[in-house]
């Protein structure tokens, strides 16, 4: 059976009931699109124990690990999940900006992931759901290269220890070998108790101006006309979620009024909500002289 890919790399902060001792997992979702992926075991010196001129028991114990994962990207609203750092917003001028900042009193997290490698055999695709029940990540690299002739894509790499769980069998790996992705994916959101957040907003008005085309939490671009030097933007997303809107550069609070320039508005409405995150773009044309 050969490995034909990498897909899927899920997280999600690990928990032990310092009462009850039980593990759970909370606040999960994607890490990213996996772009490389590597885990390494280590184990301990063979304990053998010699009997009749020979080796009669074996033991060689799991000793730790470790785990390498490189993604397309790292938002922030992930970074400060799985690095242990709280956001908050600092004005810049008239804007309001997303700070993770990285103190003394930061501790890296104890996390699950998991991830989903294609594999081949006959012929066949399968699909082998890896689970790493408990890991630790620590702060990546930064690291830039300036753009020469050829574009060449720089990557986060996230470099972290495997560790065994707080259970009864201490496990430190799981997996499961399944016919189809969505199986694969299941398998994982089960293990990591991860209910993926939806990003889409429920609802969307500038007023009373009409949307074109009509609103779907599935449609991310609309235009909309107005005679009107203001109207109010509105955007509703499920509980949880956050919404920030730009017009033009400028950020507006929602349920407030934007202000129109004459001509062509453009107002992004983006919504993150855990891991999940969506951009809604509506093209407002301001008629000249209103």
């Known amino acids: 059976m050969a490995g034909i890919g990498l897909r899927s790399p899920y997280f999600a902060k690990y928990t032990v009931d310092p009462v009850t001792g039980a593990v759970s997992y909370s606040g999960g979702g994607l890490l990213g699109k996996a772009v490389e992926f590597s885990a390494k075991i280590e184990s301990a010196s063979d304990n053998n124990l010699y009997a009749d001129d020979g080796v009669a028991e074996s033991d060689t114990s799991f000793a730790g690990g470790t785990v390498s994962i490189t993604t397309d990207d790292l938002t922030q ?4 999940a799985i690095l242990g750092v709280e956001p908050r917003e600092v004005k810049v001028g008239e804007k ?3 700070e993770l900042a990285f103190g003394e009193n930061r501790k ?3 996390l699950g992931m998991g ?3 294609p594999k081949k055999k006959d012929g066949k695709l399968l699909f082998r759901a ?3 029940p408990k890991v630790k990540f620590s702060v ?3 690291s830039a290269k300036t753009m020469g002739e050829k574009i060449e894509w720089q990557t986060p790499k996230l470099e972290g220890t495997i560790m065994r769980d707080d259970t009864e069998e201490h ?3 799981m997996e499961a070998t399944v016919e189809s992705e969505a199986l694969a994916r299941a398998y994982i959101k089960q293990k990591l108790n991860i209910v993926e957040e939806s990003a889409a907003l429920t609802g969307l008005s500038l007023g009373s101006l009409t949307l074109t085309p009509a609103f779907d939490p599935a449609v991310t671009l609309y235009a909309a006309e107005t005679a009107n030097a203001t109207n109010t933007i509105t955007a509703t997303a499920a509980t949880g979620a956050a919404v920030t809107i730009d017009v033009g550069g400028t950020t507006v609070a929602n349920g407030t009024a934007a202000t ?6 453009t107002v992004t409405i983006t919504v993150t909500n855990g891991g999940a995150k969506k951009v809604y773009t509506v093209t407002v044309t301001k008629t000249a002289g209103a």
């Open 77 to 80: 609203e992930v970074g400060a």
């Open 96 to 98: 309001t900006v997303m």
């Open 108 to 110: 890296d997290p104890d």
């Open 115 to 117: 991830i989903i490698i």
């Open 130 to 132: 890896v689970v790493l």
């Open 140 to 142: 990546p690299e930064d």
């Open 171 to 173: 496990n430190w790996k």
């Open 260 to 265: 129109w320039a004459e001509g062509e508005n």
